[in-house]
């Protein structure tokens, strides 16, 4: 009986979303391992924070560079072999990082490995969008947003636990990258449906993008949310005047709100249509933002508005996702899927610059300021392309 279950197939739609959504998942853990990893390491080779700071770079830049490639190479290579090829590179590039210990080896090996990973979202993505059923559409993706920033979390947690010293943390990664690629391999069902080789050049991108411009604001807004939070907001917390027990616990407390808020976000969507969810979330994002800045240190308030307000925020990207495979067709929606990865990477690049500049000119709570004008920003955005 199971194996009738099993290979029934009223269940293939269900097995390739699993080997999306687990290859998905599993990236986010090793990436999690990898991003602190190679910074610590970095920094004990070098004692120098620039060093650090200029190689995450290189793995910002090889998003940008890999969204240009991704159609192309979707309508050369089956994206099965894509994603389990890219998992390969990023498990070797985990063994190279220990056995080569050159900081501009790493600069290299960063932006390879960026790259990888890169590809390897926008075809889980792209692969789950496909295959969403457009009533439960938001939802789905929601339950994949989920499960990645689970990944994410699973991967620092391991890495608490490993340490960052010696082989060992490194041979994790390897282990988490060859498991990422066993789904894939293992659960047979619908494939991703490529682009055409005629149409998987760069102007592609720009033809999806105006398919679903507002998608592609919603992940550049995200971009310049997510990485100015995660980036700035221990550095706020501090000139808050909290100790490094209460700056964890703020962190902490918006990566959980990031974590649980997801799900209720694409339902909400699946039932009020996502582009209303969409100006409600931009909405109380800068109405969060704002009231953050006003409650000032005061911890007991403070805590669940950080929640609250990462949780939403990260709804940008959720129905983004979800707003682009509504607009777009399935054999263009690679293409688009990488225009928006592009525009993420280009608010990742944006974000934290224009959230320090602000932090220096309204001690603190400039960051919160800037916080609030890209959600007005979007909110705006939305409502004069609702209008035309």
């Known amino acids: 009986m199971f194996r009738t279950a099993l290979f029934n197939s009223d269940h293939a739609r269900t097995r390739s979303l699993t080997a999306a959504i687990l290859c998905a998942a599993l990236t986010g853990c090793g990436y999690g391992i990898l991003m602190p990893l190679a910074a610590l390491n970095l920094e004990a080779m070098t004692r120098s924070a620039s060093v650090v700071g200029v190689n995450a770079a290189a793995a910002a830049l090889s998003t940008l560079v890999a969204t240009l490639l991704i159609p192309a190479l979707l309508a050369r290579i089956p994206p099965r072999l894509t994603l389990v090829a890219s998992a390969l590179i990023i498990a070797a590039s985990f063994v190279a990082f220990p056995a080569l210990p050159d900081p501009w080896i790493w600069f290299i090996l960063r932006f390879v490995a960026g790259l990888a990973v890169t590809v390897i979202f926008v075809v889980s993505e792209t692969w789950i969008n496909q295959l969403a059923k457009p009533e439960a559409r938001a939802s789905l993706l929601a339950v994949y ?136 979330v931009a909405l109380s994002t800068f109405v969060l933002a704002i009231a953050i800045a006003l409650v000032g240190s005061t911890v007991w308030m403070l805590a669940p508005l950080i929640f609250l307000f990462v949780g939403i925020a990260s709804g940008f990207y959720t129905l983004g996702l979800s707003l682009l495979g509504a607009r777009v067709k399935p054999a263009a929606l690679a293409s688009a899927n990488s225009a928006f990865i592009f525009a993420y990477g280009i608010g990742s690049l944006i974000g934290p610059p224009l959230g320090g500049i602000g932090m220096d000119i309204v001690n603190p709570q400039g960051l919160m300021m800037s916080f609030a004008g890209f959600a007005l920003l979007y909110w705006v955005i939305s409502i004069a392309a609702k209008r035309r």
């Open 145 to 280: 947003a989920t499960v990645l920033s689970a990944g994410f979390g699973s991967g620092a947690l391991l890495l608490a636990a490993l340490g960052s010293q010696g082989w060992i943390p490194w041979l994790a990664g390897v282990a988490v990258f060859g498991v990422g690629a066993l789904p894939v391999l293992i659960l047979r069902g619908p494939e991703l449906i490529p682009p055409s080789r005629e149409k998987s050049g760069a102007d592609a991108l720009v033809q999806a993008a105006r398919m679903a411009p507002i998608a592609l604001v919603a992940a550049l807004v995200f971009g310049t949310l997510e990485t100015g939070i995660f980036s700035l907001l221990p550095v706020y917390a501090r000139r808050l005047g909290f100790e490094e027990t209460g700056v964890g616990l703020l962190v902490a407390t918006g990566a959980l709100g990031a974590l649980c808020l997801q799900i209720p976000i694409g339902q909400c969507a699946d039932r009020m249509g996502v582009t209303f969810t969409l100006r409600l």
